[in-house]
């Protein structure tokens, strides 16, 4: 259910705003074949959001922009802070509001305080993350970031994913750890499958692997499958330890 082939391109953007090419190392909106990956991303986004209660946010390594856009809609104000300069210039051009802009920075050095800083699936991709943790706590109170857990984003038994943009992938109480050491409070959730990719998650269990390839269904079947997740088939949970192990992601709210 994901796509990492720079052949793919949004679609449908407005006048004016250039397309961004999927590479893999960021997901985006309006490609369909990458859907699952984006309402992913965008259910822990629209659950920060009603959290935020008019504060001050820094959205750090915003991508293409859509979690900034979200993040506005509750927010008293949003900076996207992003560091490459195609994503920059189409989160700018794409995402328009009053309460919110853009700044083209690094995670390390972008020096506006606020109320909350958000750094979602990218600490993964950081070499020192514990600088960078100090980093934002100098920032801002609060932070709410997430990462992939390592024991269903890898291969059975490997110790890691092939993505090779991820410098270190965690398990739970790694992750915990790595919080706790810079953060006074951590409280750790776990994203899960729902509705209809808990669904297919079963099936899977049962053989669904086998089954469409026999009768030629897997292109038909996940061309409309795919495209049709939202963000309702996924689930965030304040989970015991032992059930955060079977966690997609890992949704962490971080205070000074």
């Not at 209660?53 to 900034?68: F, P, Q, T």
């Not at 020192?128 to 709410?144: D, I, M, N, Q, S």
């Amino acid at each position: 259910m994901a796509a990492d082939s720079p052949l793919f391109l949004q679609r449908d953007q407005p006048p004016g705003v250039p397309p961004l090419a999927l590479t893999g190392e960021r997901t985006l909106p309006d490609v369909p074949e990458e859907n699952y990956w984006f309402r992913r991303h965008l259910v822990v986004y629209e659950w920060i959001a009603q959290r935020l209660g008019g504060r001050s946010v820094v959205d750090m390594a915003c991508g293409e922009g859509y979690g900034a856009d979200v993040l506005a809609r509750t927010a008293r104000c949003v900076v996207g802070v992003e560091a490459n300069s195609e994503a920059y210039e189409h989160a700018r051009l794409r995402y328009v509001r009053d309460n919110l802009r853009f700044a083209r920075d690094m995670v390390e050095t972008f020096a506006q305080s606020a109320d909350t800083v958000v750094f979602l699936q990218t600490i993964e991709h950081v070499r020192g993350p514990g600088e960078v943790l100090e980093h934002f706590k100098r920032l801002a109170p609060t932070a709410y970031i997430s990462t992939p857990n390592v024991l269903t984003l890898a291969p059975k038994g490997a110790e890691r994913s092939g993505n090779p943009w991820h410098v270190h992938e965690y398990h739970a109480e790694e992750f915990r750890a790595l919080l706790a050491d810079h953060y006074a409070e951590v409280e750790l959730l776990g994203l899960f499958h729902a509705r209809k990719l808990r669904a297919h998650e079963l099936a899977l269990r049962a053989g669904w692997d086998a089954v469409h390839p026999r009768l030629r269904l897997t292109r038909p079947f996940y061309d409309r499958f795919t495209p049709a997740i939202g963000v309702r088939d996924f689930a965030l949970h304040r989970s015991p330890p032992a059930d955060l192990d079977r966690a997609l992601d890992f949704v962490a709210v971080c205070r000074a």
